[in-house]
């Protein structure tokens, strides 16, 4: 089936939020999806259940295919919470490790790309810890990654796991001893080389033993902000604040208003392990 062909003229600071399948061409003007730019007559192709969420910064013209199920929605204004540029700033006055904490579909990667990109914008060594061993975006699911920024990107899907820790279950509950002690062996390796290390979490926070685990971990990671998305059926302030030193920052977020439910978590470790490069076979804990 061929797709459907679809020309936008947008304004200055106006917003579209494309879902695949589907594919974007900025024909003319400057526009940018969570800070990184669009590049001129080059189609990005999104696949089912993935977003692409483009801010103009000129009046614009932008050509969408659209394959089935594919769709295209203008929206007022931006879709980044002024919240999420405070955390911006916030961060580069915190350089060494960030932990974002929050729910499952919070807007945890979607933060952490953004942060991501906004701070490589400054220059600095840059890397991102995927801790969601359930719905991994670096690494095949089933393992926690690490990987560096080089350039700004759409998601962080797009990011080339440098090393990736072999966990064994979608589940932190499980596994959770082998995430943590996984987690702050990434810290280690990426502190060395980078000014700061964004570490995005799982969604599991329901019930003592998760506000535990979490607190485990912000404990293991040793942030110097750590910045938690809410309100929801859980307060990521009490775990932050029974685990965090004198010098640690906490930043709370209320969650996007405009998100998407994720679909990656369903790929099946042998699909996403077949478009591997075989050196990036993950080591185990």
């Known amino acids: 089936m061929r797709k459907r062909l679809v020309v936008q003229e947008l304004d200055s600071e106006s917003t579209i939020i494309v879902d695949g399948p589907a594919s974007v061409n900025l024909a003319r003007g400057e526009a940018v999806s969570l800070g990184a730019p669009l590049n001129s007559n080059v189609w990005n192709v999104l696949h089912r259940d993935q977003r692409l969420t483009i801010e103009t910064n000129s009046r614009c013209s932008i050509d969408i295919r659209l394959g089935k199920g594919g769709k295209s929605e203008r929206i007022a204004g931006s879709t980044i919470p002024v919240g999420w540029k405070e955390a911006s700033q ?4 915190a350089p060494g490790a960030l932990v974002i904490l929050g729910d499952v579909d919070s807007g945890k990667s979607t933060l952490s790309t953004y942060l991501a990109n906004q701070l490589s914008r400054q220059g600095g060594s840059l890397s991102v810890i995927d801790g969601d061993v359930g719905q991994a975006d670096i690494g095949p699911p089933t393992t926690i990654s690490i990987a560096r920024l080089h350039d700004p990107v759409f998601d962080l899907q797009s990011l080339h796991p440098e090393t990736s820790l072999f966990i064994g279950d979608t ?5 959770s001893e082998k995430v943590l002690n996984g987690l702050a062996r990434l810290r280690d390796i990426a502190i060395k080389d980078s000014n700061l290390v964004i570490v995005n979490t799982d969604g599991w926070v329901s019930g003592e033993e998760a506000f535990q685990y979490k607190k485990q971990l912000v404990e293991s990671i040793r942030p110097n902000l750590v910045i938690g998305i809410g309100p929801g059926e859980w307060s990521v302030e009490p775990v932050a604040t029974r685990s965090l030193e004198h010098w640690a920052s906490l930043l ?11 679909g990656r978590g369903s790929l099946a470790i042998n699909d996403f392990c077949a478009g591997l490069d075989r050196s990036t076979i993950p080591s185990t804990i």
Do not use: G, N, W, Y
């Not at 916030?90 to 006055?93: A, G, N, P, Q, V």
């Open 252 to 262: 709370l977020l209320e969650r996007r208003a405009v998100k998407r439910e994720r």
């Open 90 to 93: 916030l961060s580069l006055s």
């Open 171 to 175: 589940s932190p509950s499980i596994v």
